[in-house]
């Protein structure tokens, strides 16, 4: 029995690569889906929602013809880098980080929707600027909903299978993760091995969500503090 | 900020005391605005000036005020009209102007306070002074917190202070800014007395000292008459009166299905006699179910009505602009009437009226008396005081109402 712990490694790279970034590219489109009016603004969330209920493989098969050489995307990174996206860290990275968008953006949507309105007009009635009312206020007022989302986006890349073995396959060091790793020793009848790096997987994103959620507690209401009535 | 204009405007003109002109620094605020609001089929429609001083929003709610603050501090935009202070355009719909709301230094203090509830109070207070440097702002944000008396609430958050200096700080985080308009969206609404009247204290001598226009929304009517120098009533979207709080206010109220619940007591009266200097008038109250003479037929009640007269009953009401001869509606709450089984004598109310006890019914806890005194009246009592008054039905009694007591509709 010996765990894997490049493919640990290599998770745990790819998780935090994927929540920093997904943190990033989550707040523009959870702030666009809960602050517009647009009144097709639906489509975008069904949209955004759709890794929750789409096979992995569904969504890793067309990944893989997105990222591939004769797709138009394919055809620019090979022209700019030299190789396919396909089977590589970043096509891996890519792939999560699309996997795992409606476990980001909602979180922060709903935490964005549940900040009352009066306090971005008190923002603005003091002069600040949308971006600046966004940082000062919005931002601070949804710490626990941005943290839930960066938590779940961890976890969630911690443990995905489907759409990392479409696009990554099992090469060691590169795309080899634990779930894909526990996936092989099972194959190969290596119940105790398997056990053992299951187990630690499950530990890992346990004490994670738990560390994540304890200290979530707000400190504060999340409301407008109202005069007495 | 515009220069000191403080000329009076159109014919629709809200007027501050001259003294006031004469401290004038901001320019006085002119606003004309329509507003459909799509969801309910409200629509705003207003035209008023407000010189630098309080001028009073007054309006049921429901009456737009809000809405109307809201699209002056440039929170909604107008769907035509024009918005400027001095000569500042704010808003103008034809010449495709609108100001976002953090460039038109406007301080608004929501009817909720919207204080930033992650912030402490010394932090909400200088949210507005971003742009000034470290050593003014902490000298500003001093200053303002002792002049409305709350410094030492400094460190603390907003749910951790109670709602007169939540008020406080909602008022200090507006102030601080040195605004150019001051809109005040039922600032005060339920304080007690005395911490609302120290804190319109306190906002009375920083806009001596700052003279810019303050808008102030009430449905107070006390709050009218202790701050306001000029008062515009809104009702439905619309201006319905401007001028001097006694000016407006004492108009009837228009007579709606609102206003007449709780009002057990629905009787027409006529306008006898006004006593300017006492602020009050005399009524004749007319039997709803004799019925009035019929316009034109019967102008002055007391000199014409002959024929087996009903009895009138003259009733000192609050004045309003009315002339004599004219037919108002007063309402009268059953449980503002006082009962009593002899004639009550040294009483403040002005109106003791003779009648005779026609019935007496048990409502749950309490008894609906009613009186015949000329007019039917109903009036509450309480179990206890049927029993050791010993009341029944026949019985000569005595009501007490207060002038105000009686308040006033338009027929």
Same mark, same amino acid.
């Given at each position: 029995?010996?765990?894997?712990?490049?493919?640990?490694?290599?998770?745990?790279?790819?998780?935090?690569?994927?929540?920093?970034?997904?943190?990033?590219?989550?707040?523009?489109?959870?702030?666009?889906?809960?602050?517009?009016?647009?009144?097709?603004?639906?489509?975008?969330?069904?949209?955004?929602?759709? %890794?929750?209920?789409?096979?992995?493989?569904?969504?890793?098969?067309?990944?893989?013809?997105?990222?591939?050489?004769?797709? %138009?995307?394919?055809?620019?990174?090979?022209?700019?880098?030299?190789?396919?996206?396909?089977?590589?860290?970043?096509?891996?990275?890519?792939?999560?980080?699309?996997?795992?968008? %409606?476990?980001?953006?909602?979180?922060?949507?709903?935490?964005?929707?549940?900040?009352?309105? @009066?306090?971005?007009?008190?923002?603005?009635?003091?002069?600040?600027?949308?971006?600046?009312?966004?940082?000062?206020?919005?931002?601070?007022?949804? @710490?626990?909903?941005?943290?839930?989302?960066?938590?779940?986006?961890?976890?969630?890349?911690?443990?995905?299978?489907?759409?990392?073995?479409?696009?990554?396959?099992?090469?060691?060091?590169?795309?080899?993760?634990?779930?894909?790793?526990?996936?092989?020793?099972?194959?190969?009848?290596?119940?105790?091995?398997?056990?053992?790096?299951?187990?630690?997987?499950?530990?890992?994103?346990?004490?994670?969500?738990?560390?994540?959620?304890?200290?979530?507690?707000?400190?504060? %209401?999340?409301?407008?503090?109202?005069?007495? @009535? | 900020?515009?220069?000191? !204009?403080?000329?009076?405007?159109?014919?629709?003109?809200?007027?501050?005391?001259?003294?006031?002109?004469?401290?004038?620094?901001?320019?006085?605020?002119?606003?004309?605005?329509?507003?459909?609001?799509?969801?309910?089929?409200?629509?705003?429609?207003?035209?008023?000036?407000?010189?630098?001083?309080?001028?009073?929003?007054?309006?049921?709610?429901?009456?737009?005020?809000?809405?109307?603050?809201?699209?002056?501090?440039?929170?909604?935009?107008?769907?035509?009209?024009?918005?400027?202070?001095?000569?500042?355009?704010?808003?103008?719909?034809?010449?495709?102007?609108?100001?976002?709301?953090?460039?038109?230094?406007?301080?608004?203090?929501?009817?909720?306070?919207?204080?930033?509830?992650?912030?402490?109070?010394?932090?909400?207070?200088?949210?507005?002074?971003?742009?000034?440097?470290?050593?003014?702002?902490?000298?500003?944000?001093?200053?303002?917190?002792?002049?409305?008396?709350?410094?030492?609430?400094?460190?603390?958050?907003?749910?951790?202070?109670?709602?007169?200096?939540?008020?406080?700080?909602?008022?200090?985080?507006?102030?601080?800014?040195?605004?150019?308009?001051?809109?005040?969206?039922?600032?005060?609404?339920?304080?007690?007395?005395?911490?609302?009247?120290?804190?319109?204290?306190?906002?009375?001598?920083?806009?001596?000292?700052?003279?810019?226009?303050?808008?102030?929304?009430?449905?107070?009517?006390?709050?009218?008459?202790?701050?306001?120098?000029?008062?515009?009533?809104?009702?439905?979207?619309?201006?319905?009166?401007?001028?001097?709080?006694?000016?407006?206010?004492?108009?009837?109220?228009?007579?709606?299905?609102?206003?007449?619940?709780?009002?057990?007591?629905?009787?027409?009266?006529?306008?006898?006699?006004?006593?300017?200097?006492?602020?009050?008038?005399?009524?004749?109250?007319?039997?709803?179910?004799?019925? !009035?003479?019929?316009?034109?037929?019967?102008?002055?009640?007391?000199?014409?009505? !002959?024929?087996?007269?009903?009895?009138?009953?003259?009733?000192?009401?609050?004045?309003?602009?009315?002339?004599?001869?004219?037919?108002?509606?007063?309402?009268?709450?059953?449980?503002?009437?006082?009962?009593?089984?002899?004639?009550?004598?040294?009483?403040?109310?002005?109106?003791?009226?003779?009648?005779?006890?026609?019935?007496?019914?048990?409502?749950?806890?309490?008894?609906?008396?009613?009186?015949?005194?000329?007019?039917?009246?109903?009036?509450?009592?309480?179990?206890?005081?049927?029993?050791?008054? !010993?009341?029944?039905?026949?019985?000569?009694?005595?009501?007490?109402?207060?002038?105000?007591?009686?308040?006033?509709?338009?027929?």
């Amino acid at each position: 029995m010996s765990i894997d712990w490049q493919a640990f490694w290599l998770t745990l790279r790819l998780a935090l690569i994927v929540s920093a970034l997904l943190f990033i590219i989550g707040l523009p489109i959870a702030y666009w889906i809960s602050f517009s009016r647009w009144r097709w603004k639906f489509l975008v969330e069904a949209i955004v929602a759709m %890794p929750i209920v789409l096979p992995p493989t569904v969504l890793g098969f067309y990944l893989l013809v997105a990222l591939g050489p004769r797709s %138009p995307l394919g055809r620019w990174w090979i022209s700019l880098t030299g190789h396919t996206l396909a089977f590589t860290f970043t096509g891996l990275v890519i792939g999560s980080i699309l996997y795992s968008l %409606p476990f980001a953006v909602q979180p922060f949507a709903a935490s964005f929707s549940s900040i009352d309105r @009066r306090l971005i007009s008190a923002s603005a009635t003091l002069g600040a600027s949308p971006l600046n009312t966004f940082f000062r206020v919005t931002v601070p007022l949804s @710490r626990p909903g941005l943290i839930t989302g960066a938590a779940l986006t961890f976890a969630h890349t911690m443990g995905e299978f489907g759409v990392v073995l479409m696009v990554g396959g099992n090469i060691p060091g590169v795309t080899r993760t634990v779930s894909i790793e526990i996936f092989d020793q099972v194959q190969a009848a290596n119940y105790a091995t398997a056990n053992a790096t299951a187990l630690l997987l499950l530990v890992i994103c346990f004490a994670m969500l738990a560390i994540v959620y304890g200290s979530n507690r707000r400190s504060w %209401p999340i409301t407008a503090i109202n005069g007495p @009535r | 900020m515009g220069p000191d !204009k403080t000329e009076r405007g159109g014919t629709t003109s809200v007027s501050a005391p001259p003294a006031a002109d004469a401290h004038a620094v901001g320019g006085t605020l002119r606003v004309q605005v329509r507003k459909q609001i799509a969801e309910s089929g409200f629509l705003l429609d207003v035209e008023f000036n407000a010189a630098p001083g309080f001028t009073i929003l007054f309006g049921a709610s429901g009456a737009g005020k809000t809405t109307l603050l809201d699209c002056v501090a440039g929170l909604i935009p107008p769907n035509s009209g024009r918005i400027a202070i001095g000569d500042r355009v704010l808003f103008d719909a034809a010449a495709r102007i609108q100001l976002p709301a953090e460039r038109r230094k406007i301080g608004y203090v929501f009817q909720d306070l919207a204080l930033f509830p992650h912030l402490t109070v010394e932090k909400n207070v200088e949210f507005g002074l971003s742009n000034v440097p470290l050593g003014e702002r902490r000298r500003r944000t001093a200053s303002i917190l002792s002049a409305l008396r709350i410094p030492h609430l400094a460190g603390r958050r907003p749910n951790e202070i109670s709602g007169g200096e939540r008020q406080r700080v909602a008022l200090a985080r507006a102030l601080v800014t040195d605004p150019v308009i001051l809109l005040l969206d039922e600032p005060l609404a339920a304080l007690d007395v005395a911490t609302k009247s120290r804190i319109i204290d306190d906002l009375r001598a920083w806009n001596e000292t700052h003279r810019v226009p303050v808008l102030y929304v009430t449905h107070s009517r006390e709050e009218v008459f202790a701050l306001g120098e000029s008062a515009i009533v809104l009702h439905h979207g619309r201006i319905l009166a401007t001028g001097t709080p006694h000016e407006v206010l004492s108009a009837p109220q228009q007579e709606t299905v609102a206003n007449l619940a709780g009002f057990e007591n629905i009787l027409d009266a006529n306008v006898e006699s006004l006593h300017a200097d006492r602020g009050t008038m005399t009524c004749l109250l007319y039997p709803s179910e004799s019925g !009035k003479p019929s316009p034109g037929e019967a102008p002055h009640a007391k000199a014409t009505v !002959k024929k087996t007269p009903p009895k009138l009953v003259p009733l000192e009401t609050p004045l309003v602009r009315a002339e004599v001869g004219s037919w108002l509606r007063v309402g009268i709450r059953a449980g503002d009437i006082l009962l009593a089984i002899v004639p009550p004598v040294g009483l403040s109310a002005r109106n003791v009226l003779a009648g005779r006890l026609v019935s007496l019914e048990r409502r749950d806890v309490m008894i609906s008396a009613r009186v015949d005194c000329g007019v039917e009246l109903e009036a509450h009592l309480t179990l206890a005081a049927r029993d050791s008054l !010993k009341l029944e039905a026949g019985r000569e009694v005595w009501l007490v109402i207060k002038t105000h007591s009686c308040h006033l509709m338009q027929s």
